[in-house]
């Protein structure tokens, strides 16, 4: 039976309110994303998390003050959800106590030990927090950093290897952040003759940004040009945000018949687009390669996983009851409901 928090007050929506700070919320799973005021109460008031990774709600809060933009801070709280999805009343309560002690405290540094020293905190990976800064300082009208110039000039213009070397991860985060149509165009001519670790750090940090048709098209054809694993994944993470739905799904079709073998590419695929799943051939053939590929372990994580994201709750019973599926996905499936079923 779920524990979540069923109740629309109190929670973090009323602290935030109390405060009389402004504030953004951001998902910092498997890859930075807005969270709308909508999608934040949603949850706030006991709904499923819209994006969760590895069982939990990567949640980010940038708060500020509305007189003094530059008095800000950012929360960052690693949060356990339910078997539905939501939050456990029981974190709820905790979270809520710490956040509304470390409101009642006239101690400043009392009051960050509060924001900060508990067990829900995390540090992201560098460029998840290149990502976050960089959405971060535009949210509030500062200045990016001063990597910025360089890399826009490079990402638009072009440069070589060694130009690229004294440009530092913020810098493309930045660029990136705040980049013009005009300059998605440009960086779509230049992608092709970047170095090579420089495309392949740019395809990465894609994941974090919405690609327009024409930068998913070149993409999509560099991938292709290059017919590597590496640029595979990074591309198939590049385009997760991509708007171009139809383009999109017949990529990672494609890569899933050309990299059968490579679990790093079924990873990617499951893990950047779960949206696709609801297409039966492409989740069958992605879960029939997870349970070749994987072992036990990691293909019961992946799929229970997969059964907190929104609208995939019933993949396995579609995958189990299909008459298509493979021995080695019926296999994989039986273990994974009698490990299920041992732990109840």
């Known amino acids: 039976m779920s524990t979540s928090n069923t109740q629309s007050t109190p929670g973090l929506v009323d602290f935030l309110e109390r405060s009389g700070a402004r504030y953004r ?13 909508e999608q934040f109460a949603r949850f706030d008031q006991g709904q ?34 339910d078997e539905q999805g939501g939050l456990p009343a029981a974190v709820m309560t905790d979270v809520l106590d710490r956040l509304y002690r470390s409101l009642a405290t006239a101690d ?20 998840k927090m290149a990502a976050l800064h960089a959405r ?14 360089e890399a826009h000039r490079l990402l638009t213009m072009g440069g070589t290897a060694e130009d690229w070397a004294g440009v ?7 660029a ?21 670790f420089v495309r392949h750090q740019v395809l990465n940090a894609f994941e974090h ?35 171009s739905a139809g383009m999109v799904e017949a990529f990672v079709s494609d890569s899933l018949n050309q990299f059968a073998d490579e679990l790093d590419v079924v990873l990617a695929v499951l893990s950047r687009h779960p949206g696709l799943l609801a297409n039966t051939d492409l ?13 036990t372990d990691g293909f019961n994580r992946v799929v229970q996983g997969l059964a907190l994201q929104p609208n995939l709750s019933g993949l396995i019973l579609q995958a189990l009851r299909h008459p298509h599926r493979s021995n080695a996905l019926a296999q994989a499936i039986g273990h994974l409901i009698n490990s299920t079923r041992t732990l109840q």
């Open 25 to 37: 919320a951001f998902d910092l799973g498997s890859q930075l994303r807005n969270l709308s005021r």
């Open 48 to 81: 499923p998390y819209p994006y969760p990774h590895l069982s939990h709600a990567w949640l980010i809060l940038l708060l500020w003050n509305p007189e003094q933009r530059e008095q800000h801070s950012i929360w960052f709280m690693k949060l356990p959800l």
């Open 108 to 127: 400043a540094e009392e009051r960050q030990r509060l924001l900060t020293d508990h067990p829900y905190q995390f540090t992201p990976p560098d460029n």
């Open 136 to 149: 971060a300082s535009r949210t509030l009208g500062a200045p990016p950093s001063s990597f910025h110039p």
């Open 168 to 174: 530092g991860l913020q810098g493309l985060f930045d």
């Open 176 to 196: 990136l952040e705040r980049r013009s149509p005009a300059d998605e165009q440009a960086l779509s001519r230049q992608l092709p003759d970047l170095p090579d």
């Open 209 to 243: 940004h919405q690609p327009g048709v024409a930068l998913t098209e070149c993409i999509i054809r560099l991938a292709r040009h290059h017919q590597d694993v590496a640029t595979r994944v990074a591309t198939l993470r590049a385009l997760s945000l991509s708007p």
């Open 283 to 295: 989740a069958l053939a992605a879960l029939d390669r997870l349970a070749v590929l994987a072992d």
